[in-house]
């Protein structure tokens, strides 16, 4: 029973890079979002994806960005990296952009 | 945009004693409550949910009520066990729209 999947698992940065985060959904499921969890808070949306769409987008500046493949998985992208970006990055699919979202293991993401 | 509160933010109990965690909603057109468990360093973990179109679900030792009129849910816990040690998390969601989740809920089970 293969749950989200999501890589790396671990990142380390430096204040001005960028990176790229991978997610691959449950098999079956069409829609993927994008959270940011800082520590000691609740999740916070950054994206939805369904069939290739944005389907939403939360208060987040334009260096984020996402995308959806055909095989419905997804890469988050973060340009010029701040220190205020370090935090937890949780994936979730779901059959569809109603549905219950289940949740990746996360990325966890480290600005220097 | 919806906006969730969840009380309280650190809960202590007595193994084998009942929790309760609520959250109250901003936007009276959410129709679907969601409860997450997350362990240290591990990832959400969905528990139980409930829909705007019932008022109570109830699924062994963890049972979740609506109440729609007053715009609040909340997540009982019966019979306490040191394994139920997590920070507990609700959302909320309208229509097809974006989770809004709760700052989280620090539940400590002492033996």
């Known amino acids: 029973d293969a749950g989200v999947t999501q890589s790396p698992t671990h990142l380390i940065k430096t204040r001005g890079q960028h990176v790229t985060l991978r997610c691959s959904p449950i098999?079956?499921?069409?829609?993927v979002s994008w959270y940011q969890q800082v520590l000691g808070q609740g999740p916070q949306f950054i994206f939805q994806?369904?069939?290739?769409?944005?389907?939403g987008r939360g208060n987040f500046p334009d260096r984020f960005s996402a995308r959806q493949f055909p095989n419905y998985s997804s890469e988050l992208n973060v340009n010029a990296l701040l220190l205020g970006d370090s935090a937890l990055y949780l994936c979730?699919?779901?059959?569809?952009?109603?549905?219950?979202?289940?949740f990746g293991p996360g990325t966890r993401l480290l600005v220097l | 945009g919806e906006n969730v509160e969840q009380h309280p933010s650190t809960l202590s109990v007595q193994e084998g004693d009942s929790a309760v965690i609520k959250c109250t909603y901003s936007d009276s057109a959410s129709n679907y409550f969601p409860w997450y468990k997350q362990e240290l360093g591990k990832r959400p973990q969905l528990i139980i949910d409930?829909?705007?179109?019932?008022g109570e679900k109830k699924d062994q030792r963890i049972a979740v009520t609506l109440n729609k009129t007053a715009k609040h849910f909340s997540l009982h816990i019966t019979e306490t066990q040191p394994e139920d040690s997590a920070v507990y998390f609700c959302a909320a969601r309208k229509g097809w729209g974006k989770f809004q989740f709760g700052a989280g809920t620090q539940v400590v089970v002492t033996p």
């Open positions: 409930i829909r705007s179109n019932v």
């Open positions: 994806y369904y069939e290739k769409e944005e389907r």
């Open positions: 098999s079956g499921h069409k829609s």
């Open positions: 979730a699919s779901s059959l569809g952009p109603g549905e219950t979202q289940y």
